[in-house]
Structures are given as structure tokens and as C-alpha cells.
């Protein structure tokens, strides 16, 4: 394999220099950090990380290649770059159709390694998250700010379509959902219909409503805002999932923030206010709920931070998750949201 010179260049500056395994091509990001130890394939492939160069932590990365796409959370890889410590080109696992450098140049893609990631990520821990670009060669490129864009526009499904085959029904507004999502709910035998972002879901006259996850700014998909708050004018049951958990916040009279350095990672602890149980869950956002709701509470938040990972209505069937109750990867603590849900919503 011919390794080529790269770089990744920060907007205050900072050069690192690494190598290039990926596609010749040079891309710019907001550049963030996972601490997940494994499940890159789920992570790459979650359309939550659209526009974003993607940071690993954890040293070696590639050692299990990657596995054909029913076991991908899109049809396609979503960062906009990766970034590890040790690449590894020589996988060992039974369900590897590829190594993880073919899949980014197929994806024509930049895969680069750089040995210091923990520098970069204490940097932007310390720092935040900063606009960045990866140049590979001679190339270059111009940093853009995803989070100016309509990421969720780019990612939303363009169609209508349905899973599963149950006799009870919900509409999934897609705002970048992970195929996971839709298995899950599946699987407790409730059909599931996906809409785009910007849907009018109550012309529909659905039962119960779910807002995905999805990437960047909740405050810029002002389109999906304005549908929720019909629903929620409806009495209908609501679910959000982590950017989900932002627009039903913006849609009732809330507020959202931009984090420092956000989470992302598949041991996130969430404990449930009024509680004392503290639950292991998979995250990846850099917005969070600032002002809960009028008619809300706080329904759980992160033991590191404090910061909000849910809302729940006092009275009626709308709620909220930060986390993805699915966690794909991750552990399984928190898959009874959906359940808990459908029965408020009167589907089970």
C-alpha cells in the first residue's frame, strides 16, 4: 500500500501532521471526539455525524475490518473524515467483507492516522470543538461550518416509506435516523413509517409520532419545529431522540445550546431525576437542551455534567430522550424507553 503525507489543519492554526490510508481527497469539518472502544462501523455509518471530521480514541482502529451493510445504520459512511491513532489494514473477524481503507477510498473518503490523538483530544476538550480540515498531499480545501448548514436536509430520506409489519402504527419524522431505531420498535411489532424532515406528520392523522436523531443545529430545521408543534396541538404522543429531545424543546417554548466538545461515546451515564439508577448509554450530539418547557420536567441528565438528556410532560404522552435508547453500539440499559413510550401512546 503507498502511504501518502497528510495533515489535519485546525482553524486556530495548529498543524498535525499523520498518514493517508483513505481517498485522495481533501474534506473540512467541525472536528470532534468519540471515546467508544468499538462499534466504528455503527459510528461511522450514523447519519448524526454528518459534516463532521470524526476523532477516535481508542488506539487501534481497523482490526476487525468491516461488515456488509445490514449491519451498517445508513447506506453510506457520513463523516466527512477519520482520524485515528494506530490503523490497522489486516482484519480479523468473521463478518469482514473489507478493510477499513477500501471502504473509505470506495466512499472516496480521507482515512488518516495521526499518533498523537490524545493531544488532539485533550485540545479540543480543553478547547472545544473548532472547524478543521484534512489535506492530503498537495491538495487543499476551504473550512465549512456544518453547523450553519441544513445538515438534516442532506440526510433526511427524500421518500415515504414502511418497516415492519405490525397491525399498530407510528410515523418516524426522519431527521438522520439510525436503522437501529426502526429495527427496535419493529421488533416489538409496530409498523413503522418514515417520513422526510419537513413533513406534515398530522395529515397522516398518525397515532403516535417519533423525531429522530439526526445531525447539527436543531434551531436551523425550523420546518420540522413548526410540524411538531402541530402534532403537540393535536394531543398526540411524541417521542424524541436526541436531536429529536432539541426539536421538541424548540417546538414547546425551550432552548438549545451549542456544547463545548459535546458526547460522543457508548458509556454516557444518565441517571433518571428523582432517582438514584444510573444507566450506561450510547451519545452523539454537540447540542443539548438549555431551558426545559413550560408543562415539562427533567427527565434524566448526565452524572458527569448535569447537562439534560431527556424531557417528559407532566400530563401527556410527549417525551423526549438525549441518548439513543437503541445503542448501537453500546449497552442495553435504556431499550425499555421505547416500550415505556408505546404504552403511553396506547400502541402495545
Known sequence: MKIEKAKLILNDGSVLLGKSFGARVSTSGEVVFSTGMTGYPEALTDPSYKGQILVLTYP??????????????????????????????????HESIMTLAEWF???????????????????????????????????????????????????????????????????????????????????????????????????????????????????????????????????????????????????????????????????????MNGGNKCYLTTQNHGFAVKKIPKGFKEWFYNANDRTNEGIIHNTLPFMSVQFHPESTPGPMDTEWIFEYFLKKAKIL
Open 60 to 93: 487501534i482502529i481497523g482490526n476487525y475490518g468491516v461488515p456488509s451493510k445490514e449491519f451498517w445504520e445508513s447506506e453510506k459512511i457520513q463523516v466527512s473524515g477519520l482520524i485515528v491513532c494506530d490503523y490497522i489494514d489486516t482484519p480479523s473477524h
Open 105 to 271: 477510498k470506495k466512499e472516496k473518503l480521507p482515512l488518516i492516522e495521526i499518533k498523537d490523538t490524545r493531544a488532539l483530544t485533550e485540545k479540543i476538550r480543553d478547547e472545544g470543538s473548532m472547524l478543521g480540515k484534512i489535506s492530503i498531499g498537495n491538495l487543499d480545501t476551504k473550512y465549512q461550518n456544518p453547523n450553519e448548514m441544513n445538515l438534516v436536509s442532506m440526510v433526511s430520506t427524500k421518500k415515504v416509506y414502511t418497516e415492519g409489519r405490525g397491525k399498530k402504527e407510528v410515523v418516524m419524522i426522519d431527521c438522520g435516523t439510525k436503522k437501529s431505531i426502526i429495527k427496535q420498535i419493529t421488533s416489538l411489532g409496530v409498523k413503522v413509517t418514515v417520513v422526510p424532515w419537513n413533513t406534515d406528520a398530522v395529515l397522516l392523522n398518525p397515532k403516535a409520532v417519533i423525531i429522530s436523531n439526526g445531525p447539527g443545529n436543531p434551531e436551523v430545521v425550523k420546518e420540522t419545529i413548526q410540524n411538531v408543534k402541530k402534532i403537540l396541538a393535536r394531543k398526540i404522543p411524541i417521542l424524541g431522540i436526541c436531536l429529536g429531545n432539541q426539536i421538541l424543546t424548540l417546538a414547546t417554548g425551550g432552548s438549545t445550546y451549542k456544547m463545548k466538545f459535546g458526547h460522543r461515546s457508548q458509556n454516557q451515564p444518565v441517571v
